[in-house]
């Protein structure tokens, strides 16, 4: 009891030398963790400034948000065993339907993502879930064997419920359902759509938990994958979850998007990334169905080239950006960008500018009004940097736009998850195809018209004549920018 007395005694006299002492120690080895694993300098120097400047709660702060732990985790979880070789083997292949000037892309690519750019493929954009949900349920209802479905959002809505009756019944004549929703996402939906799921009897697993024994440090690491493929014969890729406020006749809050249903050989690349996901998140491996190409699937009416471009906090890091910066380099005439959220890194903005210096024509669509307020403020304090050199910016002043499109020229486009944002280049999970064709981009480039005709072209003038409050504000949120 005197020893217990005595020890409550010396930390009542010595408690603030025991805080600094500690600050110091763990301020010192969190600032020697920032400078060996983290790249960017001035990211590394903010955050040495917040560990220093905010005892504890800078490091703990870092500790949380501030590193990638699913890099190491990951290469440990996807044995070599598991992953189909989507590889280039051998001597590269040519498409004759490729113009010459991009033949370069493909090495290029290659070197990226080793991953094999296949024919033969058919790419049809469906707009808005008016579109969208009911060729996806039927696909389900037309389900023979096997049902894998991801998203980042499952709202438990009309629509919610018309998904889990779909895949319900499936499950009952024997196909076989497999199911993953984001941690974080599934909490839009207050939790009741994967537990209507699994009162049916369906594996609905969670991605990355956001409350877990193991899984607070992976708050900050999200799915955003969107993925429906059934029996290895149809897909669905896009930036579409599974919410009711996608009918835009009928919300209340609609949003406008864009999905994209896939047939072809690329539908394996599309299913090997969920066999990935659903593996790390369950250490199950699924023995999904593989395409067969048939007389009738392997027709000239199909001439989309394609392949998936898979990114995240893992071992497929910046596969997308540098994708990006790949096509960037190969445009001549045209670059078209539709997206909700358009804050590219200093390495994006430089290679958009170097492709308006060339003389290259480059148009972005953005909402109006996004659904995070804040994006809004850091997106116009990027304007009149963007607007250099003659980029043009235009406003979608239909509800919020949630699509995401990148046409290049009249052949090259890049569809699916991913934003113009640093969550989802760094810290996502996101899916994309890119593709080749002429006809497929004529559509894309059609839809690019009709949101620009409902579009109005951000004014260098208006933007220069803000108040100084909103540009103090503005400012001051772009600093945040890397972790939005």
């Known amino acids: 009891m005197q020893l217990f007395e005595t020890l409550v005694q010396w930390l009542t006299t010595h408690w603030v030398t025991i805080i600094v002492i500690f600050h110091i120690s763990l301020s010192l080895v969190t600032s020697v963790h920032v400078l060996l694993f983290k790249e960017n300098e001035r990211t590394s120097l903010a955050w040495i400034g917040l560990v220093i400047l905010s005892p504890v709660v800078g490091s703990l702060f870092y500790w949380l948000f501030g590193i990638n732990r699913i890099k190491r985790l990951a290469q440990k979880k996807h044995p070599n065993t598991l992953k189909k070789s989507f590889s280039q083997q051998g001597k590269q292949k040519k498409f004759t339907n490729i113009p010459k000037n991009w033949h370069s892309i493909i090495t290029s690519g290659h070197s990226i993502h080793s991953i094999n750019y296949v024919a033969n493929n058919s790419i049809e954009p469906l707009i808005n879930g008016d579109m969208a949900y009911p ?77 877990s024994l193991t899984g607070i440090r992976f708050i900050n690491l999200r799915n955003h994958r969107k993925i429906l493929c059934v029996d290895g014969e149809e897909a669905y890729i896009g930036g579409m979850n599974v919410s009711q406020n996608n009918i835009v006749k009928l919300a209340e809050n609609p949003i406008d998007d864009v999905h994209f249903k896939v047939t072809g050989p690329v539908i394996d690349q599309i299913s090997q ?10 250490q199950e491996v699924l023995q999904f169905p593989q395409y067969r190409a048939t007389p009738e699937k392997n ?108 046409i290049i020229d009249d052949i090259w486009s890049f569809i699916g998850s991913s934003n113009w944002d640093a969550r989802s280049l760094e810290l996502n999970f996101e899916i994309n195809l ?41 400012n001051l949120f772009r600093l945040f920018s890397s972790y939005l």
């Open 273 to 282: 990334v969920f066999i990935e996901d659903w593996f790390f998140a369950t």
């Open 135 to 211: 060729a996806m349920i039927k696909s389900i209802e037309s389900a023979k064997h096997h049902i894998v479905l991801s998203s980042y959002i499952f709202d438990y809505d009309s629509i919610g419920r018309q998904f889990i009756q779909a895949v319900t019944v499936a499950h009952k004549r024997g196909v076989i359902v497999n199911i993953l929703l984001d941690g974080i996402g599934i909490g839009y939906g207050w939790h009741k759509s994967d537990r209507a799921l699994k009162k049916q009897g369906i594996k609905a697993m969670r991605f990355l938990p956001a409350i």
């Open 299 to 406: 027709n000239a009416d199909r001439p989309v080239v394609a392949r998936v471009i898979q990114d995240g906090p893992d071992e497929h890091h910046n596969r997308i950006r540098w994708t990006l910066i790949n096509a960037l380099v190969c445009a001549q005439k045209s670059v078209k960008i539709i997206t909700p959220y358009f804050v590219p890194d200093h390495t994006l903005m430089t290679s958009l500018h170097a492709a308006a210096l060339r003389g290259v024509l480059i148009e972005i669509i953005i909402p109006e009004h996004t659904d995070i307020w804040f994006l809004d403020w850091v997106m116009e304090a990027n304007f009149l940097r963007i607007m250099e050199h003659g980029i043009k910016i235009y406003k979608n002043t239909r509800p919020f736009d949630h699509s995401k499109i990148v």
């Open 434 to 474: 890119e593709c080749f064709d002429t006809a497929l981009n004529s559509e894309l480039s059609d839809i690019f018209t009709l949101k620009k005709q409902n579009s109005r072209l951000v004014d260098k003038t208006n933007i220069s004549s803000l108040s100084i409050y909103r540009k103090i504000r503005n």
